[in-house]
């Protein structure tokens, strides 16, 4: 398989950071999904879910029948096969199974079904883990190793920073700058987006959950844990993404035509004083890692009709033996999924494909 590199990039300058930020800024408040608590009204305090999807729509358009955000992507499926490292800490059948079977989403996040694949450095991937007792477990992880805000108030103000000017139809270049310098807790993102830049390929990424979660084993012991999925492949790292739309998806039919894909699902237990109820702060220092098992990946489907169009990837689907940890953007994203999940299954007939990229 053909790679597509380029010569190692220097970090971005002060102005480039910027100017990155204003071109991505929608993309970046989009990441992790739309946030919003479940109940409440619109004040500085409560957020309907209804506000934040409506602010999804104002920024990136409205695509019928897609997904309010990470609206391109394409369905995969495969299984989970699992060790025995997180037996003693969960109870979840998904760890004592050998196999279970996943159907999972990889995607960009933005808003827009048609954007470039090379527009943006984040990729993500949502899996749902259907067990044998009937119970379900979805997660939605990014490329990104934390969140830039840990609120779903500061996530609300960093979508209308984002917004289009309705003078100039683009948002306003000092806007993002400047929530970003009144928000000191998203310095860990902009480290990161310093360096970060469009991947090749979905295979070769990792994914991390980003929100902390708990297990729980059968005497009611609670662990606080994040996650990730690790590539298995032997490609090198660093590969950066061609000029172009929708080389992600024809990449990855091409290795899964070559075989299965696999990731290494990696959890890694807290220490006392983590933060567990905010995503934009990273756990520091030597940490436990478990090595859950193997998530591996056989076959893909054009989301347009494939077995991934119709889940909502709510990250509070949880079966025993997991639970939500105290993060408001748990129950905010969970919340806005649902607002997003039923606007656009009332218009899944009106769904098309992306139009073909345009042949010098």
């Known amino acids: 398989m053909v790679e ?11 102005a480039s950071l910027i100017a990155r930020l204003v071109g991505i800024g929608v993309v970046v408040a989009v990441v992790a999904g739309a946030f919003a608590y479940v109940n409440g009204t ?3 305090q409560r957020l309907r879910p209804k506000t934040l999807v409506n602010a999804l729509e104002t920024n990136s358009g409205i695509h019928l029948g897609y997904r309010r955000n990470h609206a391109k992507g394409v369905c995969v499926a495969g299984y989970f096969q699992s060790s025995d490292q997180a ?4 109870s979840a059948q998904v760890f ?3 196999r279970t079977p996943i159907i999972g989403r990889f995607a960009l996040p933005s808003g827009n079904p048609y954007a470039p694949d090379s527009s943006v450095p984040i990729r993500s991937l949502a899996v749902q883990f259907s067990l044998a007792n009937g119970q379900q ?12 805000v840990g609120t779903p108030e500061a996530f609300y103000q960093m979508l209308k920073a984002g917004a289009p000017d309705p003078a100039t139809g683009k948002p306003n270049p000092a806007s993002m700058p400047a929530f970003f310098a009144s928000h000191p807790e998203s310095s860990p993102f902009l480290a990161w987006v310093k360096t970060a830049k469009p991947s090749a390929s979905f295979a070769t990424e990792a994914y ?14 609670r662990q606080a844990v994040r996650w990730v999925v690790v590539p298995l492949s032997q490609d090198a790292p660093g590969a950066t993404a061609p000029e172009g739309s929708d080389f992600l998806e024809r990449d990855l039919a091409q290795r899964l035509a070559a075989g299965p894909l696999r990731w290494q699902l990696s959890i890694t237990l807290a220490n006392p004083g983590d933060p567990v109820d905010d995503a934009s702060k990273a756990w520091t220092g030597p940490h436990t890692v478990l090595n859950a098992g193997t998530l591996v990946l056989e076959s893909s489907q054009p989301q347009i009709d494939g077995d991934c169009r119709d889940i909502n990837f709510d990250p509070l689907i ?5 639970e939500a940890s105290s993060d408001p953007l748990l129950a905010a994203r969970s919340a806005a999924y649902s607002s997003s999940y039923l606007r ?8 098309h494909s992306a139009p073909q990229e345009s042949k010098p």
């Open 87 to 90: 037996r003693p800490y969960s």
């Open 208 to 221: 991390n959950g980003i929100n902390a979660f708990y297990l729980v084993n059968a005497n009611g012991q």
């Open 42 to 44: 619109l004040d500085p």
């Open 137 to 148: 477990w979805r997660t939605g992880m990014n490329s990104m190793p934390v969140f830039p």
């Open 344 to 351: 656009r299954t009332s218009e899944v007939g009106q769904l």
């Open 4 to 14: 597509h590199s380029s010569p190692p990039r220097a970090p971005l300058s002060t």
């Open 96 to 98: 004592s199974e050998a």
């Open 318 to 322: 949880l079966p025993s033996g997991i």
